[in-house]
Structures are given as structure tokens and as C-alpha cells.
């Protein structure tokens, strides 16, 4: 009996995170961040739990791209997501995901030096994957998903 609750309980908490209700759901878009260039959100909330924000590419504020290799622009994308998580009333170490794309590996160790000193000693999970191509022919992108209280 314990275990069919238990089991209802989780079907139940799925099932509300997935409804569209606009009361479920949250979008949020900052405005000192690059407007989104297609048809998403900076970030979705979630029943406030989680907010997933969408992957960052080195796009000033302006809409600019920065130019430069993948220590630069893994600089600016950490200033972007500092943006989103900061009109969501969120700081870095509300991070618990992130996921990292690179059009080459070989930038891996300019793009971890950055990471690794922007989160300092906070070690949200990630996985890094190489693509063959991001939007802007950019070499990162990066996407996080963070713990709202």
C-alpha cells in the first residue's frame, strides 16, 4: 500500500510539472542579457522548484557577438547566465546541471579554466559534448539548469 502511494505521489508530481497551465509554468527573459534569437525563453521556471535556462552562446547584451577564442567566450556566456539566473533571483550556486558544447575539443582546457574559476568551489553536475556546428559558428555554448528555493 505504501509503495502505490509513494509511486501515485511521483506520477502526480510528474504529471503537474508538465501540464502548460500557466500557473505551472514561468518564463523569464532579462533584459541585460542578448534577446533570445529564436523562438524560446531565457529560462523556464517550473512550480518554482527548478528553472532550466536555455543555452548561452557569446552574445552581448546588444546582441553582439564577442569575438575571440573559447576562454573569451566562455567569459561572456558566464556573464549571460549570471544575467538570466540574476532576474530569476538566482546566483551561480543555485546551479545543480550544466551542459557544455564545443564545436572542438581542443578547446576544452580555455573553456574548464574559465568554468572552473567562474564556479569556484561549487561543483554542479555537467556533461561536455563535441557538435559539429552551434548557432553563430560560435565554439561554446553552455546550458544550466538551476534549484529554486
Known amino acids: ?61 546588444d546582441g553582439t557577438l564577442v569575438e575571440g577564442d573559447a576562454s573569451a567566450q566562455t567569459e561572456q556566456i558566464f556573464r549571460n547566465i549570471r544575467a538570466i539566473l540574476h532576474e530569476a533571483g538566482l546566483e551561480l550556486g543555485s546551479v545543480v ?11 576544452f582546457a580555455a573553456m574548464n579554466s574559465v568554468y572552473a574559476e567562474t564556479f569556484g568551489d561549487h561543483r554542479p553536475a555537467r556533461s561536455t559534448v563535441q557538435v559539429s556546428r552551434l548557432p553563430k559558428d560560435v565554439a561554446v555554448e553552455i546550458e544550466v539548469v538551476a534549484c529554486q528555493p
Open 1 to 61: 500500500m505504501i509503495r502505490v502511494c509513494v509511486l501515485l505521489g511521483i506520477i502526480a508530481l510528474l504529471s503537474s510539472c508538465t501540464t502548460t497551465e500557466r500557473s505551472m509554468i514561468q518564463t523569464l527573459n532579462a533584459k541585460h542579457a542578448p534577446a533570445a534569437i529564436g523562438p524560446y525563453s531565457h529560462a523556464v521556471a517550473c512550480k518554482g522548484a527548478m528553472i532550466f535556462l536555455s543555452g548561452q552562446i557569446a552574445l552581448r547584451a
Open 97 to 107: 546541471k550544466t551542459t557544455v558544447f564545443l564545436t572542438d575539443m581542443q578547446d
